[in-house]
């Protein structure tokens, strides 16, 4: 055994065994300083055998590191005794950070914006106050419709109205337009409903049109299978009944399984299995006839939903009154 | 419409079950609500417990004096005894009776019984015990030939179902229950049974006095005169149609008129042909002031713009909506004028809105009913009174104008495909319009029917005719795409980011009501007829439905109330139709400078420097207001909101106009900026925002940043004083700036300040 060697056990074992900082600094001085019998057998180095003074070099080197793992170390355990001994009650709230929300039903136009931008779809926005020709005549709704009436329409003149549907977008868009067109249409609309937990003079819809070549009702079918079963769930499946619009030849309606019951029968799908949705149906020859656009040509579909029902039926909100109050404890859940 | 479904299997027979039929007309036809069963429950042998009976014996209950005790032969060789509570009988009457476990109508279970002290084995029937009427004031007397013993079911419609259907606008003659029929028909391909009605020997020639002086509103009128009609009550089956059709059974003749208006959808009216002043019919428009008391017991005002049919003298009914009371059939009535009209949709939908009623014929009319139909329902009322009231038919006119022509439509078979995307037979679509009651030529010429004839005009309208009957099969496809449009306007993606910025300062979203009920501009739109006072104007500015919303939060006790809305507004212009710009808008509890923060964070998103200035605000009194582009901010006066609130409204067309379409990268690395702290000693009216305005006039774009962080009033700086600090960062795209480069622009800047504000740069 050398004099290194020795001089490395008894130094490791010193170093290892340090109980605190001031310790490990005592024994650095002892062990490394320029005082220590390591420090001053190099300054003799000249007179040793290279050998040597390559065995003391190697065991300087080691030694430095030795104490350098055990201040780490020592280190490490002094800061966790301080913060253990601190005790921060971390069950404690956070600092408040004012967090706004999105209405509901911006929540819920987005999700259907995004649903029809991912089919390719353009997002239209017309006015709402609008002549009778974009709500009705263009529309071929006769004279006689009851959506007419004054009862069910409010007017601003004779020929001025606040828009019943999106539906007068339909025509904006088509005289904007050349086809092929893909777009939906969202927006507030107006009907002369006293308010109650289903009805409100204002209220949102949204709408779809579609005009391109070769388009089928089969084509609405699955367009609107699509957009279901993207926000209610892939088990969706949807079916089509023959209804009446004036825009629309055939006109159906589309009922949606329940996805609440899983189309077993429950309240809120009156025990049918199916919710009604909306109004569709193959675009009137006579409307595109109205904006312009050759029939022969070109064909189209459209079909309408009630925002604040999707909203109702999947939130399960039981008043559409409280879509407009405003209330923050309602808003706030969402 | 209710449909009992015995009337409609007189036209029609089908086997499947009724649940499944009505199952496959929603698809095809109409909705179906509900399929109701009525009268006496069709279960468990429960119709077996109904029996044709004879009085054998009636006396007086010995403990009751308002109870008969009857021996009843029911046809089981030992009479029963059963108690009573009806006088209008005596023994040999022969009656309805329902046995011990027989169920009710009314879903009662009918148990043998001890009634004050003596058994009742059985129920003698009151026509409303078993749906059959309204009446308890006396039993009901059967026909006097009958079987004691025959079952009830055999001589009186003790069950049925019941359709109950909703049905369009476009779809007029789906009020009828031949109508329906006709659907079935065409849906199960089985036949139709022809119109039912048929006119008796007519017994007599006397003129009827009918003149119509509007046939555009009137463009048919059939009178009929009836005499020595017997007025009394319907038979039971008439009776139980009706009441199974959801109408009350009021006399023969009425409820004649009422049932071929369910059979064929053109409604009927019966007068009283005496109290018609010179027996004469009128179809003419009111004169002004005229007045009517119609069924309903309601008096009303008339105006020429409604159509009535009058007698020499006076209004008597008005047209399409109502008959008059003074002319009413009733009890007395020996001579009938039967009127089968056709009123044209337009001017009865008119009178009805302007008269505020609704009647089953109305309904009707306001959908258009065809002309021809009026000569069927005339027919099949004929026979019905003639063989009901024992009416003799003495006379006949039939006024008419010109009838909306029958439409001949091309179509081409392989249509269908191209607009519903599954393939239908050519013999398919035939037979289905002809079921319909379409008439198709060999090369494909379709003949509209007559109650269709407004509906069916064009070739679509007939390939929804063959389509709708297939709409289950329809599979789902996507359409072939040739171009692409998925993606938001800038402008809606700006909106969008907008509101995720209040969202994130912590504004919670709200939707108002663009009808409000007042606007501070005097030219906004104002609905002429609102549905009430709080819906009246199209708001121009946002704030007061914000106010509002604000206000319920408070009233509900909710706290930190902040709410930010972005929707229309609706500008009045020189034109008919307003401009209808987005608006920003948002309200929250605290000072101007928390609203005033939220907006540098909008414009911060939209990379523009907002500019405020003091102003007043556009329409209300403010404690503190500033103007900024495209709107304002302002603190809120308390009498609009108690406690501290402020406010901001903005235009987003003029703030997103100055919005880059794309952001350029902005060299900030390279040549280091310079940062100092710069305090002016200035006039307490001169606004911080000028003190910049100035400096970035003065240093031009290489003050690249100025901000207040501190101002300071006291008496360092003496009275009517204050200290604005700023930080100040110069910075150039080109150059390293050298201390003695910031120094030449500290000097424009001071310079500048003290000259034009009186500014001075504190030590
Ligand atoms: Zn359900």
């Not at chain 1, 909306?278 to 006839?289: I, N």
């Not at chain 2, 690395?669 to 910049?692: M, N, Q, R, W």
Request: proline content about 6%; aromatic content about 8%.
């Amino acid at each position: 055994m050398s004099w290194a060697s020795d001089y490395l056990d008894e130094a490791r074992a010193a170093i290892v065994g340090a109980g605190s900082l001031q310790d490990l600094e005592q024994l650095r001085v002892g062990y490394l300083g320029r005082k220590s019998p390591l420090t001053l057998r190099l300054r003799e180095a000249a007179q040793l055998e290279i050998e040597e003074r390559a065995e003391l070099n190697r065991t300087k080197i080691h030694l430095e590191d030795l104490v350098k793992t055990a201040r780490r170390e020592l280190e490490r355990v002094a800061i966790e005794r301080v913060y253990a001994d601190s005790a921060v009650d971390v069950t404690l709230p956070g600092d408040p950070v004012p967090r706004g929300r999105l209405h509901l039903l911006t929540q819920i136009r987005r999700e259907i914006e995004d649903i029809f931008l991912g089919m390719g779809y353009e997002v239209f926005e017309g006015d709402e106050v609008v002549d009778a020709w974009s709500n009705f005549d263009a529309l071929t709704t006769d004279a006689g419709h009851p959506s007419r009436s004054q009862n069910d329409t409010f007017y601003l003149s004779e020929d001025v109205l606040l828009r019943t549907h999106t539906s007068p977008d339909q025509i904006r868009l088509m005289e904007a337009r050349t086809p092929p067109i893909y777009a939906i249409m969202p927006g507030r609309v107006y009907r002369r409903d006293t308010p109650d937990a289903t009805h409100s003079p204002t209220f949102l819809q949204v709408e779809a049109l579609v005009v391109d070549r070769g388009i089928t009702l089969a084509d609405l079918k699955g367009t609107v299978l699509h957009f279901f079963r993207q926000l209610f769930g892939p088990a969706r499946e949807v079916r089509m009944r023959t209804s009446f619009f004036p825009f629309t030849e055939p006109s159906v309606e589309f009922d949606v399984t329940c996805f609440i019951c899983d189309a077993q029968g429950c309240p809120v799908c009156k025990h049918s299995g199916w919710i009604e949705m909306g109004g569709a149906g193959w675009v009137d020859p006579d409307v595109f006839r109205n904006v312009g656009v050759d029939p022969d040509e070109w064909s189209g579909f459209a079909f309408g939903l009630g925002i604040e029902r999707i909203a109702m039926l999947r939130h399960g909100l039981p008043d559409l009154r409280l879509f407009w109050e405003n209330d923050l404890r309602v808003l706030e859940q969402f | 419409m209710k449909v009992p479904v015995s009337w409609l299997r007189e036209y029609v027979s089908f086997d499947l079950p009724l649940e499944e039929l009505g199952r496959r007309l929603v698809f095809t036809s109409c909705e179906v609500d509900r399929i109701v069963p009525r009268g006496v429950p069709d279960v468990d042998g429960n119709l077996d417990r109904f029996r044709v009976g004879r009085v054998l014996e009636a006396v007086k209950h010995p403990n009751a004096d308002r109870l008969q005790l009857c021996r009843v032969d029911v046809g089981e060789g030992d009479a029963r005894q059963v108690v009573c509570g009806g006088w209008n009988f005596g023994a040999g009457a022969t009656v309805a009776v329902a046995l011990p476990g027989a169920r009710l109508a009314n879903g009662l279970e009918l148990e043998q019984r001890k009634v004050r002290g003596e058994l009742s084995d059985g129920m003698i029937l009151a026509e409303d015990e078993i749906d059959l009427g309204t009446d308890h004031t006396g039993i009901m007397l059967l026909d006097s030939q009958l079987e004691p013993g025959t079952p009830l079911g055999d001589v009186l419609p003790l069950s049925d179902d019941v359709l109950e259907i909703e049905t369009g606008y476009n779809r007029p003659d789906l009020t009828s229950v031949y109508g329906i029929a006709r659907e079935v028909s065409a849906l199960l391909d089985v036949d139709l049974a022809p119109p039912p009605g048929r006119d008796p020997e007519r017994a007599g020639d006397e003129p009827v006095d009918v003149r119509v002086e509007d046939l555009e509103r009137c463009p048919r009128y059939i009178g009929r005169l009836f005499r020595s009609v017997a007025v009394g009550e319907s038979p039971p089956w008439l009776k139980a149609r009706l009441l199974g059709a959801g109408m009350r059974p009021i006399s023969n003749v009425v409820d004649v008129t009422n049932y071929v208006m369910l059979a064929f959808g053109s409604p009927l009216h019966a007068f009283d042909h005496a109290r018609l002043a010179e027996g004469r019919i009128v179809v003419r428009r009111a004169r002004d002031g005229e007045r009517i008391r119609t069924l309903d017991g309601t008096e009303r005002s008339l105006t020429p713009e409604e159509l009535v049919i009058a007698d020499a003298e006076r209004p008597v009914a008005v047209a399409g909506i109502m008959g008059g009371e003074e002319t009413e059939v009733s009890a007395e009535t020996e001579t009938v004028l039967l009127e089968a009209a056709n009123f044209e949709q337009l001017g009865v939908l008119r009178s009805g809105e302007r008269l505020r009623v609704r009647s089953e014929a109305q309904t009707r009319w306001e959908k258009g009913v065809a002309p021809e139909l009026a000569e069927q329902a005339a027919v099949y009322a004929t026979q019905l009174l003639v063989e009901l009231a024992g009416a003799r038919w003495t006379g006949d006119a039939d006024v008419k104008g010109a009838f909306p022509e029958r439409p001949v439509v091309r179509l081409r078979p392989e249509r269908a495909e191209q607009v519903v995307g599954i393939p239908i037979p050519a013999d398919e679509q035939r037979r289905r319009l002809m079921r319909l009651g379409f008439e198709v030529s060999d090369d494909w010429n379709v003949l509209v029917p007559a109650w269709r004839a407004s509906d069916v005009r064009r070739e679509i309208d007939l390939v929804e005719e063959v389509a709708r009957f297939r709409l289950e099969e329809v599979p789902p496809t996507m359409p072939e795409r040739t171009a692409m449009f998925g993606r938001l306007t800038h402008e809606q993606r700006l909106r969008r980011a907008v509101s995720d910025v209040l969202a994130g300062c912590g504004f919670v979203e709200a939707y108002t009501y663009s009808l409000q009920p007042s606007d501070p501009d005097p030219s906004a739109l104002v609905l002429p007829v609102p549905l009430s006072e709080q819906q009246r104007v199209l708001r121009t500015t946002m704030l007061f439905g914000l106010v509002r919303a604000a206000q319920h939060n408070v009233d509900v006790g909710n706290e930190d109330v902040a709410l930010f809305e972005l929707a229309h507004v609706y500008l009045p212009t020189d034109g008919a139709l307003p401009l209808e710009p987005w608006r920003l808008g948002g309200i929250a509890r605290g000072g101007f400078f928390r609203v005033k923060g939220v907006v540098e964070q909008v414009f911060s998103m939209l990379k523009e420097e907002p500019r405020f200035t003091a102003a007043a605000h556009p329409f209300m009194a403010s404690p503190a207001c500033a103007s900024v582009q495209g709107g304002w901010v302002a603190q809120l006066d308390p009498r609009l909101l108690e406690g501290e609130w402020a406010a901001f409204e903005l235009d987003l067309a003029e703030l997103f106009a100055q919005v880059p379409e794309r952001i350029l990268y902005d060299d900030v690395i390279t040549f280091p900026s310079v940062k100092e702290d710069l305090a002016f000693v200035v006039d307490e009216a001169v606004p911080a925002g000028e003190l910049i305005a100035a400096a970035r006039d003065a240093a031009g774009p290489e003050l690249r940043e100025m901000r207040v962080f501190d101002v300071y009033r006291g008496e360092q700086v003496g009275p009517g004083k204050k200290s604005v600090a700023f930080s100040v960062v110069f910075q150039s795209p080109e150059r390293t700036l050298a201390d003695d480069d910031a120094a030449v622009l500290r000097g424009r800047i001071v310079t500048t300040l003290r000259e034009r504000l009186g500014a001075e740069l504190r030590g």
